[in-house]
């Protein structure tokens, strides 16, 4: 009997780690088909000029892009420590550190269901289970989506002029945030489809239980700092967008460059493609060029912005994700 249950649980760990790795690769080929796609834009644009422009960037200026970078995924993983302390989790600061930054390795998988690894992770590492631990996941994109949320609008209010209906995306942002960690609505949710289904009731109770732990994070000492350290995170990134422009010579004002990268993030999230994939760099493209901004420039930022933040961040979770399979002390 002991010999099966050790059977039991090795053939579950090797279902994990094939799952796991298969993502990594699901990943990597994501990424050759984002250099496929943006090597035939550039081909049918005039690659050339393309890139002139993208070698107009320095050595020192792209470590400067990735430093900025590097700030918003560290506020990032600082946040997530907060939502463990909100739920009691005992994970140190440098074991939540690790276990954010390794779920960015799945970053590009379908909806970033991949980054669900973290829970599996801080199951390991405290013995809560995961659909306890989830309302960390459902914290985190809330955050994001409510960082964005707030500096669109600020853009909007300063650069944008609510053009393209700015100030109700930014809203609708916003309100999906709020939604996705009110306890209220989310159990009335979860009643409601219950209800329609007439079956699962086991698994429906536990999701009423999870959801209602969200309660401790709508907490002034909660929801403050973690607003804070969204909206730095992604001002970092927003201004990195900034300067790479200057540093291709377009010239543009601060929050109407945040206001287009935030835009294009957004647009990207709501095509529901691994991690914005075309959807992010066609806004993107197209918002710099109703600026007037030239295609062969608008083309080079959007690259390397891209390459600087989201497979910056891919890159990271690569290399730190062996430190966060290895369970900590």
Same mark, same amino acid.
């Given at each position: 009997?002991?010999?099966?249950?050790?059977?039991?649980?090795?053939?579950?760990?090797?279902?994990?780690?094939?799952?796991?790795?298969?993502?990594?690769?699901?990943?990597?080929?994501?990424?050759?088909?984002? +250099?496929?796609? =943006?090597?035939? %834009?550039?081909?049918? *644009? $005039?690659?050339?000029?393309?890139?002139? &422009?993208?070698?107009? #960037? /320095?050595?020192?200026?792209?470590?400067?892009?990735?430093?900025?970078?590097?700030?918003?995924?560290?506020?990032?993983?600082?946040?997530?420590?907060?939502?463990?302390?909100?739920?009691?989790?005992?994970?140190?600061?440098?074991?939540?550190?690790?276990?954010?930054?390794?779920?960015?390795?799945?970053?590009?998988?379908?909806?970033?269901?991949?980054? +669900?690894?973290? =829970?599996?992770? %801080?199951?390991?590492? *405290? $013995?809560?289970?995961?659909?306890?631990? &989830?309302?960390?996941? #459902? /914290?985190?994109?809330?955050?994001?989506?409510?960082?964005?949320a707030v500096l669109l609008l600020v853009a909007a209010l300063l650069a944008l002029g609510g053009a393209g209906g700015v100030y109700w995306v930014a809203g609708l942002a916003l309100l999906l945030a709020?939604?996705?960690?009110?306890?209220?609505?989310?159990?009335?949710?979860?009643?409601?489809?219950?209800?329609? +289904?007439?079956?699962?009731?086991?698994?429906?109770?536990?999701?009423?239980?999870?959801?209602?732990?969200?309660?401790?994070?709508?907490?002034?000492?909660?929801?403050?700092?973690?607003?804070?350290?969204?909206?730095?995170?992604?001002?970092?990134?927003?201004?990195?967008?900034?300067?790479?422009?200057?540093?291709?010579?377009?010239?543009?004002?601060?929050?109407?460059?945040?206001?287009?990268?935030?835009?294009?993030?957004?647009?990207?999230?709501?095509?529901?493609?691994?991690?914005?994939?075309?959807?992010?760099?066609?806004?993107?493209?197209?918002?710099?060029?109703?600026?007037?901004?030239?295609?062969?420039?608008?083309?080079?930022?959007?690259?390397?912005?891209?390459?600087?933040?989201?497979?910056?961040?891919?890159?990271?979770?690569?290399?730190?994700?062996?430190?966060?399979?290895?369970?900590?002390?």
């Amino acid at each position: 009997m002991a010999g099966f249950q050790a059977a039991q649980i090795m053939l579950s760990r090797s279902m994990l780690f094939f799952k796991t790795h298969k993502d990594l690769l699901f990943g990597l080929g994501m990424l050759a088909l984002f +250099l496929i796609g =943006l090597g035939m %834009i550039i081909a049918f *644009t $005039g690659w050339q000029e393309t890139w002139a &422009s993208i070698t107009k #960037l /320095g050595w020192g200026q792209l470590g400067i892009l990735l430093a900025l970078s590097l700030g918003n995924y560290a506020l990032r993983a600082l946040r997530w420590h907060l939502f463990a302390n909100a739920l009691a989790l005992k994970t140190s600061l440098s074991r939540n550190a690790i276990i954010y930054l390794a779920g960015f390795a799945l970053t590009i998988t379908p909806g970033r269901v991949g980054e +669900l690894v973290r =829970l599996r992770w %801080i199951k390991r590492e *405290t $013995g809560v289970g995961i659909l306890q631990s &989830s309302p960390m996941m #459902l /914290g985190d994109r809330a955050a994001d989506l409510a960082g964005v949320a707030v500096l669109l609008l600020v853009a909007a209010l300063l650069a944008l002029g609510g053009a393209g209906g700015v100030y109700w995306v930014a809203g609708l942002a916003l309100l999906l945030a709020i939604l996705a960690t009110s306890p209220k609505f989310l159990t009335r949710l979860i009643t409601l489809a219950w209800k329609t +289904l007439g079956r699962g009731a086991r698994l429906f109770a536990s999701l009423r239980r999870a959801v209602r732990q969200m309660a401790l994070f709508a907490t002034p000492k909660v929801v403050l700092p973690v607003l804070l350290l969204s909206a730095l995170g992604w001002l970092f990134e927003g201004y990195a967008f900034y300067l790479l422009l200057g540093w291709l010579g377009v010239a543009m004002g601060f929050w109407m460059a945040v206001g287009i990268f935030l835009f294009s993030m957004l647009g990207g999230g709501a095509t529901g493609l691994p991690g914005g994939l075309g959807g992010a760099e066609a806004v993107m493209v197209g918002l710099l060029s109703l600026q007037g901004v030239p295609l062969d420039a608008a083309l080079a930022a959007t690259i390397i912005i891209r390459i600087t933040t989201l497979w910056f961040a891919i890159l990271i979770g690569i290399i730190v994700f062996p430190l966060a399979e290895r369970k900590g002390a």
